[in-house]
């Protein structure tokens, strides 16, 4: 069973507008943790965000923000007047506290067009 | 210093080539990661090092065989592969801490031919 589900693959939006990037995640662990990394084409996976499951607050860095609610098992992104820049793949990622292997799992993934 | 590197950027190589991948952090990690990346698709994990052990193969074909000569490197020696096995490789590197994030390198891109 699909753990991260990213619904939306692809969005495109015009430059300076505000932007939000789906994640719902699945997990029967009550420890986890949940993380943002964003890809541009050079291709490295940049590390955004981690927030681990006791800690529902949502957080602001500069144009991005991040709201975390555990009753709907949702991780949801926003980015706030949009740049060029933006534009790459997002990945929303999962990791069990109760899975021996501590391994993260990554959603599909959501590619941003952002336009000029 | 957040940098994991990764060399060579780009490297094209026949099925009967032996070439190796580097990776280096000096982040003073002890948890080190290989992944393979074809397009559109997110990341998918091989190997895992933990304390310079593997401690996670993904069931990766014998082709591929990782090594770990100290806490900062991390090779992966590629051997007999095949042109399915062109894509993006990436290496991370995190603390050995329950849920820590990973930090990635630039990633090595691939081509067997």
Redesign the interface.
Known sequence: AQKVTQAQTEISVVEKEDVTLDCVYETRDT???L?W?KQPP??????LI?R?SFDEQNEISGRYSWNFQKSTSSFNFTITASQVVDSAVY?CAL?E?GNR????I????T?LHILP | DTEVTQTPKHLVMGMTNKKSLKCEQHMGHRAMYWYKQKAKKPPELMFVYSYEKLSINESVPSRFSPECPNSSLLNLHLHALQPEDSALYLCASSHVRRGDEQYFGPGTRLTVT
């Open positions: 420890t986890y943790y993380f990394y050079s291709g490295e996976l940049v590390f981690r681990n990945f990791s506290a292997d501590d391994k993260i990554f959603g599909k993934g590619r």
